[in-house]
């Protein structure tokens, strides 16, 4: 198994451009997440998704989209890029079931000019 | 879900053991307690996790005190890849899935 894959893992954008994350899992996991981790800080949750076709809002939702089509896949968007979004995002999913570790993806690193 | 105060950075001398402190004095009665480790610029890597009891598996050991107020994360032999942030989180288990709330964590430096 592949596990989490995320792409792209560098991308620098300019302010206004939109651009989407892309997340795959091949372990047939329900639960999908994004997180965003900032220097000095921990992780924080942007969107989730319990399944194909649901998706929920985390702490930190504003100024990105998320879709889940798939059990798959998990893209989140950001329609008009701002300098606040520069940061590391992370993608991780888990099995159904609340007692289940998460596996996070290597991450993409993103920088808003 | 609770909040969690861990210290900023630790050392360690490679070959011994690692203990990790967590203070959860807030925590629910169906709060676990979860520990997840970052090396430098990977996504975060389960350790372990528990409710009451002490745990152990192949990579560390968590004792949890019998208030549930603080927990110990143990690795028994600590090596230089063992160098990482180190995560303590508690969370309850919803519908909604884990939905994990990240602090700022513990450096752990092991050296030689």
């Known amino acids: 198994n592949a596990g989490v894959t995320q792409t792209p893992k560098f991308q620098v954008l300019k302010t206004g451009q939109s651009m989407t994350l892309q997340c795959a899992q091949d372990?047939?996991?329900?639960?999908m997440s994004w997180y965003r981790q900032d220097p000095g800080m921990g992780l924080r949750l942007i969107h989730y998704?319990?399944?194909?076709?649901?998706?929920d809002q985390g702490e930190v939702p504003n100024g990105y989209n998320v879709s889940r089509s798939t059990t798959e896949d998990f893209p989140l968007r950001l329609l008009s890029a701002a300098p606040s979004q520069t940061s590391v995002y992370f993608c991780?999913?888990?099995?159904?079931?609340?007692?289940?570790?998460?596996?996070f993806g290597p991450g993409t690193r993103l920088l808003v000019l | 879900d609770a909040k969690t105060t861990q210290p900023t950075s630790m050392d360690c001398a490679e070959g011994r053991a690692a203990n990790l402190p967590c203070n959860h004095s807030?925590?629910?009665?169906?709060?676990?307690v979860y520990w997840y480790r970052q090396i430098h610029s990977q996504g975060p890597q389960y350790i372990i996790h528990?409710?009451?009891n002490n745990e152990t598996n192949e990579m560390a050991s968590l004792i949890i005190t019998e208030d549930r107020k603080s927990s110990t994360l143990i690795l028994p032999h600590a090596t230089l890849r063992d160098t990482a942030v180190y995560y303590c989180?508690?969370?309850?288990?919803?519908?909604?899935?884990?939905?994990?709330?990240f602090g700022t964590g513990t450096q752990l430096k092991v050296e030689l």
């Open positions: 991780a999913s888990s099995y159904r079931g609340g007692l289940e570790t998460q596996y």
């Open positions: 372990m047939n996991h329900e639960y």
């Open positions: 998704s319990v399944g194909a076709g649901i998706t």
């Open positions: 807030t925590i629910s009665g169906n709060e676990y």
């Open positions: 528990g409710l009451k």
């Open positions: 989180i508690v969370s309850v288990s919803t519908g909604g899935g884990n939905k994990l709330t």
